[in-house]
């Protein structure tokens, strides 16, 4: 089973249908296609110029879709790049973000692309960021 498809099951398990949007491709700081490099667990995908795939990525500023009230981020050390992209919506609409951060990046620097918001550790390197005004 592909990532979508697991994603749409446990959508549907949650009853979610209808609030979730899934789409299959990648988010990013600028539009292209690039690698993506499948591991072990589906849950640890990843852009990677050792890919084994090829992946659409977008930029979530110039995507057509509704205004979000949450992100949630879990793009394994991609995570500056998915907040450039997402600027302006994060500037205008301030959803909470729900944030996983990898390793060579820190949380620190995914604040400094979150300004006005304020970070509570959930575990480890989940992190919930809300807007302070």
Same mark, same amino acid.
């Given at each position: 089973m592909g990532n979508v498809e697991w994603l749409s099951r446990h959508v549907?398990?949650? +009853? $979610? =249908?209808? +609030?979730?949007?899934? =789409?299959?491709?990648?988010?990013? +700081?600028?539009? @292209? =296609?690039?690698y993506f490099r499948h591991e072990v667990s589906r849950m640890e995908g990843r852009l990677d110029l050792a890919g084994d795939s090829i992946? !659409? %990525?977008?930029?979530?500023?110039?995507? =057509?879709l509704p205004l979000p009230d949450v992100i949630k981020i879990d793009v394994e050390g991609a995570e500056l790049d998915v907040?450039? @992209?997402?600027?302006?919506?994060?500037?205008?609409?301030?959803p909470v973000v729900f944030l996983e951060v990898h390793a060579p990046i820190t949380v620190a620097d995914c604040m400094d692309a979150l300004p006005r918001y304020q970070t509570r550790r959930l575990d480890g !390197? +989940? $992190? %919930?960021?809300h807007p302070v005004d």
């Open positions: 549907a398990i949650n +009853r $979610f =249908e209808g +609030r979730v949007m899934i =789409e299959p491709y990648a988010l990013g +700081r600028t539009a @292209g =296609e690039s992946a !659409t %990525v977008h930029v979530a500023d110039d995507l =057509e907040l450039a @992209g997402a600027a302006k919506i994060i500037q205008s609409r301030r !390197t +989940r $992190f %919930v960021c």
